[in-house]
C-alpha cells in the first residue's frame, strides 16, 4: 500500500501578448500545479481548467483537495487512479489530468525511467508543433511573424469577419505551411465552404473545428466537400463515438486536458487509428510542465500543437523542447523528465 501526499498550489501564468480567440480575449491564464510525495520522491503536473468545459482554478484545487492522502495497492497501475477519480466526480478533467501526470512523473521517477521508455513511445522526438497566432488587428500580424521567426509552422485563429485578410496579410509576410483554427467560428455550410475553397490555395494543412460542434449534418456535408483535413477539437472531449466523428471529420484534437489522463489519450489514439482517423496532439495555455506531458503524447501524433509554454512569459521548470527545426523532443530523465 502507498499512500501519496498532494501539494496544490495556483499558478497563474501570463501572457506574453493578449491572446484572443472566436470566443474572447485573455491576458493571463489561472492554472494549478500538483506536486504528489512518496517514498521521498516527487512527482509533478498541471491542470489547465477551462471555462468552456465548466472549470475554474477554484474547482480544480477543490477537486485535488479530495485526493491529499490517496492510497493505492498498486501505484504502478496508473488505471486505479484514473477509475477513482472518475467515480469521485464527474468532469474536472483538467484536475484529473493534473494528477494523473504528477503519479505518473511520479511513476517514472521511481522507476528510474524516463515515461517515454516505460510507455514505449516511438522515440523521444515527436512532430513538429505549430506557433499559434490568436485574432489580433491586422497591424499586429507582422510583429507575430517575426516573433514565430523559428517555428515552421503556424496556427492561426480565425472566426472573425475578416478572417480572408488575416491570411492574405500573413502570406504577404510568409509562405510557411498554417493550420487553421476557426474555434467554431463558421456557422454555415455556404460560409465554411467559402472559406475551404479559399484556404485550399493558402498553403493550409489542417482546418481544426470549422463549424459549431452541434452541427453535425453540416460537418458531414463540410467533410465531403473539403480538400483540406478537417480536424475536430470542441466535437471532441474523448467520449465521443469516434466512427461517428469520422463521418465529419478527418481526423481528432487530442487534448489531456480535455481526455483527463495520459493513459486514456493514448487509448483514443489507438482507437482513431483503427477507424481511420488522423491524430493531432493539442494543449491549452499552460507551463512546460504540461506541455512536456502533452508532447509525450504527441510523440504517437501525426500533427502536434504543443506551444502553450511558448506563449507563457515563464514555466516553473524546464522540459519539453522544440528543436530548431520545429520538432518537439522530451529530455531523456527520468519521469516526464523535468529539470
Ligand atoms: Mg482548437
Not at 34 to 43: A, E, F
Not at 177 to 206: I, R
Amino acid at each position: 500500500m502507498k499512500t501519496f501526499k498532494i501539494e496544490i498550489q495556483p499558478l497563474n501564468l501570463s501572457l506574453k501578448r493578449r491572446f484572443t480567440i472566436s470566443r474572447g480575449s485573455r491576458d493571463e491564464v489561472k492554472n494549478v500545479l500538483v506536486k504528489v510525495y512518496c517514498d521521498g520522491i516527487t512527482g509533478m503536473g498541471e491542470a489547465a481548467p477551462n471555462h468552456r468545459y465548466d472549470e475554474s482554478q477554484q474547482s480544480a484545487i477543490r477537486f485535488l483537495t479530495d485526493f491529499d492522502g490517496y492510497e493505492t495497492e498498486n501505484a504502478y497501475d496508473i488505471s486505479l487512479l484514473v477509475r477513482k477519480m472518475n467515480d469521485h466526480a464527474p468532469g474536472e478533467y483538467a484536475a484529473k489530468a493534473g494528477l494523473e501526470m504528477a503519479v505518473y512523473d511520479w511513476i517514472g521517477k521511481k522507476l528510474n525511467i524516463p515515461l517515454y521508455r516505460l510507455l514505449q513511445a516511438p522515440g523521444r522526438t515527436g512532430p513538429r508543433t505549430t506557433y499559434t497566432f490568436g485574432i489580433d488587428k491586422l497591424d499586429v500580424l507582422k510583429e507575430k511573424v517575426e516573433e514565430a521567426g523559428p517555428y515552421p509552422l503556424l496556427k492561426i485563429k480565425l472566426g472573425t469577419d475578416y478572417d480572408k485578410e488575416i491570411i492574405k496579410t500573413v502570406r504577404e509576410l510568409t509562405d510557411k505551411p498554417v493550420l487553421v483554427d476557426a474555434n467554431e467560428g463558421w456557422s454555415t455550410v455556404d460560409h465554411a465552404l467559402d472559406m475551404v475553397t479559399f484556404l485550399e490555395k493558402q498553403n493550409v494543412y489542417v482546418i481544426e473545428q470549422p463549424m459549431p460542434a452541434a452541427c453535425i449534418k453540416e460537418m458531414q456535408e463540410l467533410k465531403l466537400k473539403s480538400g483540406i483535413p478537417l480536424i475536430a477539437d470542441e466535437s471532441i472531449t474523448g467520449r465521443e463515438s469516434l466512427q461517428e466523428l469520422s463521418s465529419q471529420f478527418h481526423g481528432i484534437n487530442i487534448k489531456l486536458m480535455k481526455t483527463g489522463a495520459i493513459s486514456t489519450s493514448l487509448k483514443i489514439i489507438h482507437q482513431a487509428r483503427k477507424v481511420g482517423l488522423q491524430v493531432m496532439v493539442g494543449c491549452m495555455i499552460e507551463s512546460a510542465i504540461a506541455d512536456t506531458a502533452t508532447a509525450l503524447v504527441a510523440l504517437w501524433a501525426d500533427y502536434a500543437d504543443v506551444d502553450g509554454h511558448l506563449l507563457v512569459t515563464e514555466s516553473p521548470v524546464k522540459g519539453i523542447e522544440v528543436l530548431p527545426q520545429g520538432h518537439i523532443q522530451l529530455k531523456d530523465l527520468p519521469g516526464l523528465g523535468f529539470e
